[in-house]
Each structure stands twice: as C-alpha cells, then as structure tokens.
C-alpha cells in the first residue's frame, strides 16, 4: 500500500526506528513473527485492520497517520519552496555550463551534458544539445531560441519553470553573455528572496562549500533522541539524491538540524554548491522543538525506506 507517494511500509519502519526496536521485538509486541513485520516495511504485504488498530495504538498515532492521509495538506505546504529549490538546482547546472562554455568551448559543454550529466533536468541536456547543434548548422540564433521555448511550452507542467528558464539561458551562454548578467537572467526566473541570498560563484563559491562542510564535522546531534538519520549514512549516492529531490526544503533543515555533522554532510555532499548555501542557511536559523525535528527526520526515513524499495522492486 502506498499513500500520496510513500509506502506505508516506510512510516512502519520509521516508527519503529524512532522506537529503537527490532523486527523482532516490534513482532513479539504484536504476537506475530518479524517475517510479517519485515514484510510490511519492504511493501510486500498489507497490516490487516485489526493490525493497524494495533500498530496505531503502539504507536500512540491514529490509522489515518499511519497510512499518510492526514499528511497531505502539510505536504501541499511545502509545493512552493520544493520547486523553487528545483529552479536553483537547474539554475547552478546551468551557470557550470557557462564556466565550461568560456574556459572550453561549446563543443566541450556539449559532450559534458551528454556523457556525464547526472543533474535534476532532462531538458537541459536536449537544449545544450539542441542549440550547439543549431550553431554547427548556421541556424539563426533568434530562431534556435524560439524553437526551444517551443520545447520547453510542452513539457509536463512540473517542468515547465525550469524549462522556462532553460530556453531563455542556454542561447544566452551560447551567445557568450556576460556571467554576471546570466546570472541576473537566472535570478530573474528563481525570484526575488532567493537573490537577496545569492553569493559569488566560482573559486569563492567553491570555498564557502569547504567552509560551511569544515564547520559542520563536528556537529553534534540535538539531542540524544535525533539520531534516527544514523543508518542513511551507508545508504549509495543516488538514493540519498531521490531523498534530497522528494522532500521539501523546511523538512531537510529540519531533519538535519537535529543530526549529527557525519549525517548532515553526507547529504551536503549530494547537493550543489548554490543549494547547499541555501539548505545550510535555513538549517541554521530554522526553530523549532525536539518533537519537530523527529518529525522531520521520521519523514526523511520514510522517502529512503520507499527509495530503496523502489530499487529492489526494478
């Protein structure tokens, strides 16, 4: 059973996790075998009725807190700074691409975002592709632009902003645009609160992400009860990326508020340089209770419980 994108299985786990049990011991709780409780966290079986009862009443939650129904509208609140964050995900791969534009050439940014492109946008890669190519057949540059906004009018709503802001900014690179003023162009589509908090990029960007990541080695943990992020420490990189992608920013600083530094930057290694300015910042001025941070950090288990569910179901 899954509940507005993540299993239930996932919420399972991360209750029990918070609880500091076992499969074994939540299954004797239960009087059932951990074969079942197993089976529950892994998605490949559903707690019958009375199960739930049980599981809610262990849990001190209701059923509709378990399966996810009374999330969603906290969920909803977090649409707007979620995609904003995806505009400055984009937005930092495209400022790379005109680094690598200036000091390699077109050619060379091309056959970076076809071979080693790991990046948040599919569009990206197509446009680079699509305007170098334009360029190598003397297509006029006005219509090259026109014909990728066409592109980007008909993507998924979901990816209309970026590709919005793709169409306008690759052409520009390709046209050798200032950085500072591709920068303005970019600021323009992410907005107003996310400029006032932009920095210098390049070599000094690159020092504030030693710095911020220097500064936090030795974190130390809220509290004892907010260690529950300790085992995502072992989880590969791209898992940790699907987490990153699927939560909204306020839960992240939440979640990484209470953890320790080895938990906070082995996800920091997985975000830009830009975004991992903006994540810190909030992480620092973020408040709230010992009760809120475990909230956060349940939901950042539930994302990597159904992330790797996902992986052994392919």
Same mark, same amino acid.
């Given at each position: 059973?899954? +509940?507005?994108?993540?299993? @239930? ?7 029990? !996790? ?18 079942? #409780? ?11 009725? &009375? ?5 809610? =009443? ?5 059923? $509709?807190?378990?399966?996810?129904? %009374? ?9 707007? $700074?979620? &995609?904003?964050? %995806?505009? #400055?995900? !984009?937005? $930092?791969?495209? @400022? ?12 060379? @940014?091309?056959?970076? *975002? ?12 197509? /446009? ?10 003397? *297509? =006029? ?23 919005? *802001?793709?169409?306008? !900014? ?46 936090? %080695? ?6 004892? /009860? ?10 590969? =990189? ?9 939560? $909204? ?10 953890? +320790? ?19 810190? &910042? ?9 009760? =809120? ?22």
């Amino acid at each position: 059973m899954k +509940s507005y994108g993540i299993a @239930m299985g996932g919420k399972i786990y991360s209750l029990r !996790v918070a609880k500091r049990m076992t499969q074994e011991q939540l299954a004797e709780e239960l009087c059932i075998s951990p074969a079942a #409780v197993s089976k529950w966290e892994r998605n490949q079986a559903i707690p019958s009725i &009375e199960m739930l009862w049980a599981l809610a =009443d262990f849990f001190d939650c209701t059923i $509709d807190e378990l399966v996810g129904r %009374k999330e969603v509208l906290l969920e909803h609140v977090g649409i707007y $700074d979620t &995609e904003k964050l %995806k505009c #400055v995900t !984009v937005a $930092d791969e495209l @400022m790379q691409c005109a680094e690598i534009a200036r000091q390699e050439g077109l050619l060379a @940014m091309e056959e970076k *975002m076809n071979t080693h492109y790991q990046g948040s946008s599919r569009f990206l890669p197509f /446009a680079v592709e699509f305007i170098v190519q334009g360029c190598m057949k003397q *297509m =006029d540059p006005q219509l090259s632009g026109k014909l990728l906004e066409n592109y980007a009018a008909v993507l998924p709503e979901e990816e209309h902003a970026t590709g919005k *802001m793709i169409a306008a !900014v690759i052409p520009a690179i390709v046209s050798g645009v200032n950085p500072k003023i591709l920068w303005e162009m970019i600021a323009s589509y992410i907005g107003i609160e996310y400029r006032k908090k932009s920095r210098p990029m390049g070599e000094t960007r690159r020092a504030i992400r030693e710095e911020i990541l220097e500064k936090l %080695k030795g974190k130390e943990p809220f509290s004892a /009860a907010t260690v529950l992020l300790e085992p995502l420490v072992e989880l590969d =990189d791209f898992t940790i990326r699907t987490i990153i992608r699927n939560i $909204d920013n306020l839960t992240l600083a939440a979640a990484m508020h209470g953890a +320790s530094g080895r938990v906070v930057k082995r996800f920091f290694d997985n975000i830009s340089d830009f975004l991992l300015y903006f994540v810190n &910042e909030d992480m620092e001025t973020w408040q709230g209770t010992e009760k =809120d941070i475990l909230a956060a950090q349940r939901k950042v288990l539930e994302l990597g419980a159904w992330t790797a569910g996902e992986e052994e179901n392919e």
